[in-house]
């Protein structure tokens, strides 16, 4: 069953938050911005906790993550992230401003990056691309 992004977030709870960075684009990341991802991994494994969710824990701060790194990485500007749960499924999305649209590439054997939305399309239920950002599903309980 192929996975969509909802238009609205509806009632569902969950967070929006804005993470600000130092670095611009195409540089290396300095070492504030390499600090967000493990702070989001934190975040979202609290959530799983107060939601119920410890069993997706681990998938979520990885895909998490990936998410963000890429964003910092790659985006332009401020970096978003919302994720909210509805009665069947837990989104994600990571939004930054740029010129470039997402896609996967492949990565070479002895590349040291590449793979991130590899394993986002590997872990998640569903992932897609938004305007302005990369979202991803993974399912809730048995659906």
Known sequence: MAVTRP?????????DVTLGRDGKQGEPLTDGDRL?????????????????LGTLADTV???????????????????GVR???TET????EVRSAGPQTVVPREAGPYDE???????????ADGW????????????????
């Open 7 to 15: 238009e609205e977030t509806g009632s569902g709870s969950g967070f």
């Open 61 to 79: 701060e990885l895909l998490m993550s990936e998410l963000v790194t890429n964003a910092l990485e790659h985006g332009h500007g401020a970096v």
């Open 36 to 52: 967000w991802p493990a702070l989001m991994r934190r975040v979202v494994r609290a959530h799983m906790g107060l939601w119920g």
């Open 113 to 123: 990056s590449g793979r991130g939305l590899l394993l986002v399309s590997a872990l």
């Open 128 to 143: 897609g691309v938004s305007g302005d950002g990369v979202w991803c599903a993974l399912a809730i309980g048995g659906t």
């Open 89 to 92: 499924r837990l989104w994600a």
């Open 83 to 85: 994720v909210w749960r």
